[in-house]
């Protein structure tokens, strides 16, 4: 059109179709609002760990818990994988994005790093792994995966390690890949997967009446830092932070709710919920 400029359309594999969700699918004792859920909650008391890249020492993030990397090595013939302390910082602006996102919705909550991709955001299963298991083991209150694998060769190991967190009451948010291929975690029913949808407003959440992607979250066009300037970037890797820091939000307010009423929770706030509409 004269005198306009024409947006592209961003469109990327587990996008929301914005489809509605009967209000009928869930069990609602009472009515849960969004004022409700996370009202007032800012993460304080909230552990959160972002595996990803790393994180930009440089970045005001407000409480850090540390960052760290996985070191490899092998000892008498044995591979022997240790969680050490990371100077590197991040090479690739991912996790620092990821990190910012949390940031910004649980401003209290106190945010741990652990480095698992490089510069080209190439990474190994076993890497990934050990450092999940480590996560899992500290006991964070949520865990943010903006990467998958597609190695079947991990497969069940990480399955195994995401039922334990569940049991373990620690809450995974895995980020969908963004093409249309398996990958894990976030397939599995244990985590909150997260794919995305356009919608601006961070606290937006939509209910995926098709999984296996369980929830939307805002992950086109979002602000996060990158070299000392704000950029827009688009992915279902910057939905699961939105997810993440919600998650926070909602167990600084009400700690003693466990993984599968956090589920809950969410379920019964998504956007995309009609009141009575049977599908």
Request: a neutral charge; glycine letters at 10%.
């Amino acid at each position: 059109m004269t005198g306009q400029t024409a947006r592209s359309v961003i469109q990327f594999a587990h996008m929301s179709p914005g489809e509605t969700v009967s209000t009928d699918r869930l069990a609602r004792p009472g009515s849960i609002s969004r004022q409700w859920a996370w009202g007032g909650g800012t993460g304080e008391g909230v552990r959160v760990c972002v595996i990803d890249s790393g994180l930009d020492p440089t970045l005001d993030i407000g409480r850090r818990g540390g960052s760290f990397t996985v070191s490899k090595s092998a000892v008498d013939g044995t591979l022997r994988y240790d969680v050490v302390t990371d100077s590197q910082g991040d090479a690739a602006g991912h996790g620092t994005a990821c990190a910012a996102i949390i940031n910004r919705l649980a401003p209290a909550c106190e945010i741990t790093s652990i480095r698992v991709l490089g510069p080209t955001l190439g990474g190994a299963g076993d890497i990934l792994i050990a450092a999940l298991r480590w996560a899992i083991a500290e006991g964070f209150g949520v865990i943010n995966l903006s990467l998958s694998t597609r190695n079947p060769v991990y497969k069940q190991e990480i399955h195994d390690l995401v039922d334990q967190a569940f049991f373990q009451d620690v809450a995974i948010v895995a980020a969908a890949h963004n093409a249309p291929v398996e990958s894990y975690p976030w397939r599995f029913s244990a985590v909150f997967s997260a794919g995305s949808h356009s919608v601006e407003d961070p606290e937006h959440i939509e209910l995926n009446p098709r999984p296996p992607v369980q929830y939307f979250a805002a992950g086109v066009r979002v602000a996060v830092p990158q070299n000392g300037r704000v950029v827009r970037v688009s992915g279902n890797s910057f939905a699961a932070p939105h997810l993440a820091g919600l998650i926070a939000r909602i167990r600084s307010k009400y700690p003693q709710l466990a993984v599968p009423e956090i589920r809950h929770v969410l379920s019964a706030v998504a956007s995309n919920l009609v009141e009575g509409e049977r599908e």
